[in-house]
């Protein structure tokens, strides 16, 4: 079974530029969830989606926003980018949600100069 | 909100040392994860804990969930040098607003032959 896949795998942005991540889920996983990894930070959550709808949200702000399709793909978008959203993003695919074990991707790592 | 604390933050072992990382949870959990990332790599699941003073071994690795499910830790027994990455605890609320799943700070690992 093919695992989590997110792409672009890097990007190097300028400030006030935009970006758009992708992930495509293990298949039959139905919820994605997005992380920030910083080396200060942590893994900090970003939101949660499960069939199409965005089912939790952490403490970010407007400026990432997030989608689900309908064959549970999840783009993740940011806009207005500053020098503090150089980060690894992280999705994380599981059957049903957080509660279940999350199968993380390889990670989008951003660059913003 | 939710914190959840790990310690250390750094750990340097002798190779066939013990080694074990401490988290804690400012509220009640559902349910506790593991997870171990390798350098330069992604968080890979190890175990999920559900029950008050539950205990469960995966061949050297020891994890245990506290009484008052606020608390947990993971003991490796004689580490090896393949031991080596930062393990996160990642706590798990349930709330009538949305599960929340979050990622402790982190222990990181370092084997020294």
């Known amino acids: 079974k093919a695992g989590v896949t997110q792409t672009p795998r890097y990007l190097i942005k300028t400030r006030g530029q935009q970006v758009t991540l992708s992930c495509s889920p293990i298949s039959g996983h139905r919820s994605v969830s997005w992380y920030q990894q910083t080396p200060g930070q942590g893994l900090q959550f970003l939101f949660e989606y499960f069939s199409e709808t965005q089912r939790n949200k952490g403490n970010f702000p407007g400026r990432f926003s997030g989608r689900q399709f309908s064959n549970s793909r999840s783009e993740m978008n940011v806009s207005t980018l500053e020098l503090g959203d150089s980060a690894l993003y992280l999705c994380a695919s599981s059957i049903a949600g957080v509660y279940n074990e999350q199968f993380f991707g390889p990670g989008t790592r951003l660059t913003v100069l | 909100g939710q914190q959840v604390m790990q310690i250390p933050q750094y750990q340097h072992v002798q190779e066939g040392e013990d080694f074990t990382t401490y988290c804690n949870s400012s509220t009640t959990l559902s349910n506790i994860q593991w997870y171990k990332q390798r350098p330069g790599g992604h968080p890979v699941f190890l175990i999920q804990?559900?029950?008050?003073?539950e205990v469960k071994k995966q061949k050297r690795l020891t994890f245990q969930f506290g009484e008052a499910k606020k608390n947990s830790s993971l003991h490796i027994t004689a580490t090896q040098t393949t031991d080596v990455g930062t393990y996160f605890c990642?706590?798990?609320?349930?709330?009538?607003?949305?599960?929340?799943?979050?990622f402790g700070t982190g222990t990181q690992l370092k084997v020294e032959l």
């Open positions: 990642a706590g798990l609320v349930l709330t009538g607003g949305g599960n929340k799943l979050t």
């Open positions: 804990l559900v029950k008050s003073g």
